[in-house]
């Protein structure tokens, strides 16, 4: 069983930054792609960024230039660092990892979401 923790949303003022982590533990083997998604009220979940266990990076249009997605593999845990924030970041901001298993098993694991509120 794999677990995602993520941590860092809060209230932000317009212009303002925050940086997401997020966690992985538990029955790991290997982690490929991480990423953060987000969803806000009345629309779909949407990709942020995403990054590969070799670095490659993949942003959304609208955050390119202000978000940069970074991870430790060490730590199995990947970052979020955003900054220029505009109201319509506002959103609830979940973490994915696609997890090997010490047992060889895929696992496309998600936290419980963060939220993150850009408003003056």
């Known amino acids: 069983q794999v677990q995602l923790v993520e941590s860092g949303g809060g209230l932000v003022q317009p212009g303002g930054s925050l940086r997401l982590s997020c966690a992985a533990s538990g029955s790991i083997f290997s982690i490929n792609a991480m990423g953060w998604y987000r969803q806000a009220p009345g629309k779909e979940r949407e990709l942020v960024a995403s990054?590969?266990?070799?670095?490659?990076?993949v942003y959304a249009d609208s955050v390119r230039g202000r978000f940069t997605i970074s991870r430790d593999n060490a730590k199995n845990t990947v970052y979020l660092q955003m900054n220029s924030l505009k109201p319509e970041d506002t959103a609830v901001y979940y973490c994915?990892?696609?997890?090997?298993?010490?047992?060889?098993?895929?696992?496309?694991?998600w936290g419980q979401g963060t939220q993150v509120t850009v408003s003056s």
């Open positions: 990054i590969t266990d070799g670095g490659n990076t």
């Open positions: 994915n990892a696609d997890v090997v298993t010490v047992t060889r098993v895929w696992d496309d694991s």
